[in-house]
C-alpha cells in the first residue's frame, strides 16, 4: 500500500501538468542546443571579427564583437600581400580537375563491379577495399620518390595523378550501384543497349544522389588538403590556398588582422559548396558512413 | 521470371567467343581506374614495405640495411616520444569526441524545431579547412593576450594554462580542437542509427514501467553498438593519421610534445631525407592501426548487436 502510495506521489506532477513538463524539457534541450551551436560557430564569429579590425585591436579585451570603424581594407591587402589570387587558381584548377576524373574513373570502374561478371572481380574488388584500410601515410614516400622519377615533383600532374584514381570512389559507387536493380539492365540489354549505353544513359542518371556525395566529399577533401601541397609543391606560382594561408602565418606572423580576413576568404567557397549541398553530406554520411 | 528466362537463354546460346567479348568490355570498364590504382596506390605500397629494409637518402646509391632501420627504431628517442604522443592523441581523441558526438546526436533526435540548422553548425567545423580552423584556435588560445586566458583572468584565474604554446598543456588543447572539428560528422552516423531504432521498443519498455535511464542503458545504447562499432574503428584510424592539425597547430613542438608518427615520418623523409627509415617507421603505423582494426573486428560479435 505504502508503496503504490508513493507511486501515485511520484506520478502525480506529470499527470497533472504534463505540458508544463514537457514545455520545460524543451527549453532546457533548446538552451543546451543553443549554447552549444554558439560554441561551435564562436571561433567562427571570432574570425570574422577579428578579421575587420586593426591589428592592435584584435586582442582588446573585452572582445568588441562588432568592430566601431570595420577594416574592410583588410580584404583588399591579403590580395597584393600575398599572391592570393594565384593560390586560389591553383586550387581551384586542382580541385575540379581530381573531382572530374575521380567521378568518371571511378564510376566506370564501380559499374563493372557492380554489374559485369568478370574473372578476377572480386579479388580485386577486394584488392581495393584492403587499400582503404591503409593510411595513405605509409606510402607517401615510395609515391613520392616514383613522382621524383617521373620528374613530376613541384608539378600539379603529380597531385592530380595522384588523386585521381581513388579507391574510395569506387568503393562508395559500387555500393551505390550495386542497390540498382538488375531488371532494368537486363530490359535494356534486351532493347540492343551496349553496356557503355546502360552507363551512360540508365546507371548514371539513376545514381545522381550517389555521384552528388562523392563529388562533394572529393571536392571539399582536394580544397582543403595540405600535406600533398605541402610534400610536392614548392614554387611559389604553384601552390594552393592552404599553404599559402600557413606561408601567410609564418611570413606575416602579427598581422592578426589580415590572416584572419585570410582564412575566411578561403573558407567561403567551401561554405557556399557546404550549404548548397548539405543534404547531399549527410544523406552520403548517413548511408555510408564514409569519409572525404 | 521473364528476364530470368531470357538470360538463361542467352547464356546457353553464347558461345565463347561472346564471353571474351564481354570481359573485354568489363576490363574496359576498370581499366582507367585500375591502371593509375596500381601504378599510383599499390606499387608504393609494396615499395614501401621493401624500402623499409633499404637505405636511401634519393641521391646516392640504394643498399640493403636489413633489419637496421627497425633496429635503430629502438634506440630512436625521438620515435618513442612520437610514439607516446600518438597514444595519447588517439587514447584523448576517440573517446572525447565518441561521448561528444553521441551526446549531440541525442540531443537532436528529438522533435525540434530548427533541428536541421543545428545539425548543419554542428557539422561545419568538420568541413572548414584545417589551416584556417588551427590558426583561429591558436589565436583564441594565444597564450598572453587570447581572447580565452584574458576571460579565464577576468574570472579570477590566476595563471592560465599557456596552451598550445606549452609542454603540458599542448597536446590537451590539440586533442580539443580535434573534437571540436570532429563531432559533428560522427554525430551524424549516431543520428542516423538512432533514428533506425523502432519506436516500439521504446514503447514497450515504457508499458513495463522503465524509466528514461533504463530505456537508454538497455534499449538506445544495445541498438547504438553497431553504429559505436563503425565509429571507433574509423575514429581510430584517423586518430593514428593526424598531421595537418598539429602541424599547424604546434609543428609538432613545443620541443617535441605533439610530435606523433606521421609528422616524425614526414620530417625523415622530407627534412632529412632518409627514405628507408622513415618507411619503417611508416610500417610501425601500418602494424599498429591494422592491429588494432583486426582486433576490434575480433572483438566485434562479443559486444556489438545486430538486429
Known amino acids: 500500500m505504502d508503496s503504490s502510495a508513493a507511486q501515485t506521489l511520484v506520478h502525480e506532477p506529470s499527470v497533472i501538468y504534463p505540458r508544463l513538463k514537457i514545455r520545460l524539457g524543451r527549453v532546457i534541450t533548446y538552451a543546451i542546443l543553443i549554447s552549444l551551436a554558439l560554441l561551435m560557430l564562436l571561433p567562427f564569429l571570432w574570425m570574422i571579427s577579428a578579421s575587420l579590425k586593426m591589428d592592435k585591436d584584435v586582442f582588446r579585451y573585452p572582445i568588441e564583437w562588432v568592430p566601431a570603424i570595420p577594416q574592410w581594407s583588410n580584404y583588399i591587402a591579403i590580395w597584393t600581400r600575398i599572391p592570393f589570387l594565384t593560390f586560389f587558381a591553383n586550387t581551384l584548377k586542382l580541385t575540379v580537375t581530381i573531382t572530374l576524373l575521380q567521378v568518371f574513373t571511378s564510376s566506370f570502374a564501380a559499374y563493372a563491379f557492380a554489374k559485369l561478371h568478370f574473372p578476377g572481380r572480386d579479388l580485386l574488388f577486394l584488392a581495393y577495399i584492403g587499400s582503404i584500410a591503409i593510411p595513405w601515410q605509409v606510402y607517401m614516400v615510395p609515391q613520392f620518390i616514383m613522382m621524383r622519377q617521373l620528374g613530376l615533383v613541384d608539378n600539379h600532374a603529380s597531385l592530380i595523378l595522384l588523386q585521381a584514381f581513388s579507391a574510395f570512389g569506387v568503393f562508395l559507387l559500387r555500393q551505390f550501384f550495386v542497390s540498382i536493380p538488375d531488371e532494368i539492365l537486363d530490359a535494356a540489354r534486351i532493347d540492343g543497349m551496349s553496356e557503355y549505353g546502360i552507363y551512360f544513359r540508365i546507371m548514371l542518371p539513376l545514381s545522381k544522389p550517389a555521384l552528388a556525395t562523392l563529388t562533394i566529399f572529393t571536392s571539399v577533401a582536394v580544397w582543403n588538403d595540405f600535406m600533398g601541397p605541402l610534400i610536392y609543391l614548392t614554387s611559389q606560382h604553384l601552390k594552393t590556398i592552404q599553404l599559402g594561408l600557413r606561408m601567410f602565418i609564418q611570413q606575416y606572423s602579427a598581422d592578426y588582422a589580415l590572416i584572419m580576413a585570410a582564412a575566411l576568404v578561403s573558407l567561403i567557397p567551401v561554405v557556399i559548396l557546404f550549404l548548397a549541398l548539405q543534404r547531399f553530406f549527410v544523406e552520403g554520411i548517413a548511408t555510408t558512413g564514409v569519409k572525404g | ?307
Open chain 2, 1 to 307: 521470371m521473364s528476364t530470368v528466362s531470357l538470360r538463361q537463354t542467352t547464356i546457353a546460346a553464347g558461345k565463347r567467343r561472346s564471353h571474351f567479348k564481354k570481359y573485354l568490355v568489363a576490363y574496359s570498364f576498370i581499366l582507367p581506374n585500375l591502371i593509375g590504382f596500381a601504378i599510383f596506390t599499390l606499387v608504393p605500397m609494396v615499395f614501401s614495405l621493401a624500402l623499409s629494409f633499404m637505405n636511401w637518402d634519393g641521391a646516392n646509391q640504394i643498399s640493403w640495411a636489413g633489419l637496421d632501420n627497425f633496429r635503430r627504431l629502438l634506440t630512436d628517442e625521438t620515435f618513442g616520444i612520437s610514439l607516446r604522443n600518438t597514444l595519447f592523441f588517439v587514447s584523448g581523441n576517440v573517446p572525447l569526441t565518441m561521448m561528444a558526438s553521441l551526446g549531440l546526436a541525442l540531443l537532436l533526435n528529438q522533435p525540434l524545431r530548427g533541428r536541421n540548422l543545428f545539425r548543419t553548425t554542428f557539422f561545419f567545423p568538420y568541413v572548414a579547412s584545417l589551416v584556417a580552423v588551427a590558426v583561429v584556435w591558436n589565436m583564441l588560445f594565444f597564450p598572453s593576450a587570447g581572447p580565452v586566458n584574458q576571460v579565464l583572468i577576468s574570472l579570477g584565474v590566476q595563471n592560465p594554462p599557456r596552451w598550445a604554446a606549452s609542454v603540458d598543456w599542448a597536446m590537451p588543447t590539440v586533442i580539443m580542437a580535434s573534437v571540436w572539428k570532429g563531432m559533428g560528422y560522427y554525430m551524424i552516423i549516431y543520428l542516423a542509427a538512432l533514428q533506425s531504432i523502432p519506436s516500439t521498443l521504446y514503447e514497450a519498455a515504457a508499458v513495463d514501467g522503465a524509466n528514461g535511464w533504463q530505456k537508454f542503458r538497455h534499449i538506445t545504447l544495445p541498438m547504438l553498438t553497431p553504429a559505436t562499432f563503425f565509429i571507433s574503428v574509423m575514429l581510430i584510424i584517423s586518430s593514428f593519421k593526424i598531421f595537418d592539425l598539429i602541424m599547424v597547430m604546434t609543428g609538432g613542438g613545443p620541443g617535441r610534445a605533439t610530435n606523433v608518427l606521421v609528422i616524425h615520418i614526414y620530417n625523415t623523409a622530407f627534412r632529412e631525407f632518409r627514405f628507408g627509415y622513415s618507411s619503417s617507421i611508416a610500417m610501425v603505423l601500418l602494424v599498429m592501426v591494422l592491429g588494432i582494426t583486426i582486433v576490434q573486428f575480433y572483438m566485434e560479435r562479443r559486444w556489438v548487436k545486430y538486429q
